[in-house]
C-alpha cells in the first residue's frame, strides 16, 4: 500500500496517510471545495444582479410593471376569451334548440299541409259523390216522372208484346176509334183459326186507383162487343190483391196479368165450347159457367198463381243476393286497388328513385 505524508499545520511533522484515509480527505476536500465554489458562484452572481438591479432598476421596474399590465391584460384577453367561448357555446346550444324547433314547426307545418290537403281532397271527393248521388236522384225522378203518356205507350208495347208471345194463335188488332179507355184488342181464336170471343184490355199506370175506370171500360167493351175487359194497374182498389172481377171488369196488376189472361182465354174458350155444342142443356152451361165464374174456382187457380210467385220471388231474392255479393266484391276490390295505388304514389313522392309498377291487364280487360 502506497504511504504518503501530510504536513500538520502545528507541530509541522510529517504524518504518513493510507491511501483510503487520503482518498476520504480528497473527497471531503472537494466536496467542500465544490461547495465553496458554488457559493462563490451564487455570491457572484447575486452581486452581479444586484449591480444590475441597481444600474437597471427604472427599467427592471418597467419590465415588471410591462409583464404585470400584459399579463393583466391576457389575464383580461383569457377571461373574454372564456366568456366569449361560453357565450358562442350558450349561441350554439340555442341555434341548436332552435334548429330542432324550426325542424319541429317544419315537420308540423308539413304535415298540417299533407293533412289539410288529403281533408281538402276528402271533402272534394265527398262533394263530388254527393253531387253525383244528387245527378243520380235526379235523373231517376225524372226517369220516375216521365211523360205519362210515353210510360203508357211503353206498358201498352209490352203487354202486347207479351201476350202475342204467350198467346201466338190470337189476333191483336188495333182499337177502333172512339174507343178512348182501351189499349189492346185481343181476339180468341181456336185451333180451327174461328174466332171465339174478344178481349179488350186497357194499362194504367198511376199513384191512385180512380173508380170512374171501370164503368168506362164497361161503355168501351159493349161498343166493340168485346166478351171480357180487363183492367191492369199498378194500384189496385181495396180488397183485391192480386186479380178479381169488379163490376164485371176483371182487375189485375201487372204481375198477374198473364196469369188473368190464361184465366179469362180459358173461360171464354169453355163458354164457346159449350155452346157449340148440342148436347148441352141450359142448365148444364149454366153450371159450368157458374162453377167457372166461382170463387172456388177462382181461388184454386190463385193459390197456383201465388205458388209460382213464391218460386219466382225466392229465385229474384237469390238472384239480388248473389248480385249484392258480387257488388260487395267488386267494391272491395276496387278499394283495395285504390289504396295500394294511393300508397305507391306517395312513396314514389317521398323516394323518387322508387320504380313504376306496370298495371296488369286481365283476359278481361280490367286492371289488376
Partial sequence: MAVNTLICPNCKKNIELSEALLHKF?????????????????????????????????????????????????????????EEKKKLEEERKEFEANKVKEEEKIREVVAKEESEKHRLEKLEWEKQKADMQKTVEELQRKGKQGSQQLQGEVLELDMEEQLKAQFPFDEFLPVPKGIKGGD???????????????VLWETKRTKEWHNNWLPKLREDSRTINASE????????????????????????????????????????????????????????????????????????FQAHQEAVKTLRD?????????????????????????????????LQGIVPELADIEIIELDSGEED
Fill in 184 to 198: 189492346i184488342w185481343q181476339k180468341i181464336c181456336n185451333k180451327s183459326g174461328s174466332v171465339i170471343g174478344s
Fill in 314 to 346: 225466392d229465385l229474384v231474392t237469390e238472384r239480388r243476393l248473389t248480385e249484392i255479393r258480387w257488388k260487395k266484391r267488386e267494391i272491395q276490390i276496387e278499394r283495395l286497388d285504390k289504396n295500394s295505388s294511393h300508397m305507391y304514389s306517395e
Fill in 26 to 82: 480528497q473527497e471531503e476536500f472537494e466536496v467542500k471545495h465544490k461547495k465553496d465554489m458554488q457559493e462563490a458562484v451564487r455570491l457572484a452572481q447575486e452581486k452581479v444582479r444586484k449591480d444590475f438591479e441597481e444600474k437597471n432598476s427604472e427599467e427592471i421596474e418597467k419590465l415588471k410593471k410591462e409583464n404585470e399590465r400584459k399579463e393583466e391584460e391576457f389575464g383580461k384577453r383569457e377571461v373574454e376569451a372564456s
Fill in 229 to 300: 175487359s180487363i183492367l191492369v194497374t199498378q194500384v189496385l182498389p181495396n180488397g183485391v190483391k192480386s186479380f178479381d172481377r169488379k163490376d164485371n171488369v176483371w182487375v189485375t196488376n201487372y204481375e198477374y196479368a198473364l196469369q188473368t189472361a190464361r184465366y179469362v182465354r180459358f173461360l171464354i174458350m169453355n163458354i164457346a165450347v159449350a155452346k157449340s155444342s148440342s148436347s148441352h142443356k141450359d142448365e148444364e152451361l149454366r153450371a159450368i159457367y157458374e162453377y167457372i165464374t166461382s170463387e172456388t174456382f177462382k181461388h184454386k
